[in-house]
């Protein structure tokens, strides 16, 4: 995957991936697009898991930059623990203008 910013030492190291227009982890060569984050949650509340396309920093040299990447690329995921804690910070205005 390369950085919008077209600055090469920004990219993220190449992996070979599986995978075709027809498949869940396409990638479209022609358009520079493919499957980035990837999420399953069961509805089951069995343990839900996701995996980001590089890492969870956007600093190029932290160690977080693009240590998903491999795992991504394997299809590997990790676990996601979708509890609520704390107070909730959001409410939804009624129909009538509140």
């Not at 390369?2 to 982890?25: I, K, V, W």
Request: a negative charge; glycine letters at 12%; hydrophobic letters at 30%.
């Amino acid at each position: 995957m390369d950085h919008p910013f077209d600055q090469s030492f920004l990219n993220y190291p190449r992996y070979p991936t599986d995978g075709s227009a027809a498949t869940l982890f396409n990638v479209r060569v022609d358009d520079g697009a493919g499957s980035s984050w990837r999420q399953v949650c069961p509805q089951d509340g069995s343990t839900s898991r996701c995996i980001l396309p590089g890492g969870n920093d956007g600093n190029p040299y932290a160690e977080s930059y693009d240590d998903q990447l491999a795992a991504w690329a394997n299809g590997e995921f990790k676990p996601m623990d979708r509890a609520m804690r704390g107070d909730l910070a959001v409410r939804f205005a009624g129909g009538d203008g509140e």
